[in-house]
């Protein structure tokens, strides 16, 4: 009996844990990316690697490696989007994330969050930004 609850305690504390990178759910991040075709194969860099630009960089050359494009609605702020972006280009080596597209998103009807610990919803109008960023890598990356 008591090996029994040693190996329940045992798989709560191990087998329960959801891999993360950078604090996002590493299962999430890999399914917001989508590799480019005939893109680079590179493995992953810390998060911290990856730049966010404000633009394509126009004096650097580089190779297109994927897009991330998240689910609507899922960070509270702009800032927790461009990391979760970066983060997800970060598992494929990229070394730069620019945005290419984004829109703005009116809903109704109910919302449920849970936060600190505490389940919540509310009615009524939603905003929220669907975006797609493109993750690159620099052509002479392999030459610094």
Not at 41 to 69: Q, T
Not at 132 to 138: E, G, L, R, S
């Amino acid at each position: 009996m008591r090996l029994i609850a040693i190996a329940i305690a045992l798989g709560l504390f191990t087998g329960c844990s959801t891999p993360t990178v950078c604090g996002f759910r590493e299962e999430k991040l890999v399914e917001w990316f989508i590799p480019a075709s005939g893109g680079a194969n590179r493995g992953p860099v810390p998060c911290d690697h990856v730049a966010f630009l404000d633009a394509a960089p126009a004096n650097r050359e580089y190779v297109v490696i994927g897009w991330v494009a998240p689910a609507t609605g899922v960070f509270r702020s702009w800032g927790e989007a461009i990391n979760a972006s970066r983060a997800a280009a970060s598992l494929h080596g990229a070394d730069a994330v620019y945005l290419i597209d984004q829109k703005e998103i009116d809903d109704s009807g109910w919302a449920f969050s849970m936060q600190n610990g505490f389940a919540g919803g509310h009615g009524g109008k939603h905003h929220s930004v669907q975006f797609t960023v493109k993750a690159i890598a620099w052509k002479d990356a392999g030459q610094q």
